[in-house]
């Protein structure tokens, strides 16, 4: 089994930065992607940014020259550098993992969430 823990969440006002955090931790073989997406109240989950072993990252228009996605292939950590936020940034925050686990199966791996509330 893979788990995926989060950290960093929180409350600020518009004009802030904020940073996350997801360790993935257990038997993991091998790392593909790491990200993370959110979702706010009564609309569906969206893709913020993710990280390929690669290096090469994506995101979506809405956080691109604001939002920074890193990841430490030793530490198996995915970060997200929030700067500028928004308060339609304001949601649930899910860590996201494409993770090769022990039995050797590559699967889709999702943290608990973490709440970003921004105040205007």
């Known amino acids: 089994q893979v788990q995926l823990v989060e950290s960093g969440g929180g409350f600020l006002q518009a004009g802030g930065s904020l940073r996350l955090s997801c360790a993935a931790s257990?038997?993991?073989?091998?790392?593909?992607?790491m990200g993370w997406y959110r979702q706010a109240p009564g609309k569906q989950r969206e893709l913020v940014a993710v990280?390929?072993?690669?290096?090469?990252?994506n995101y979506a228009d809405s956080v691109k020259d604001r939002f920074t996605i890193s990841m430490d292939n030793a530490k198996n950590t995915v970060a997200l550098q929030m700067n500028s936020l928004k308060p339609e940034d304001t949601a649930v925050y899910y860590c996201?993992?494409?993770?090769?686990?022990?039995?050797?199966?590559?699967?889709?791996?999702w943290g608990q969430g973490t709440q970003v509330t921004v105040s205007s």
């Open positions: 996201y993992g494409a993770i090769i686990s022990g039995v050797g199966i590559l699967g889709d791996w």
């Open positions: 990280i390929y072993s690669s290096g090469s990252t």
């Open positions: 257990g038997v993991i073989f091998g790392i593909n992607a």
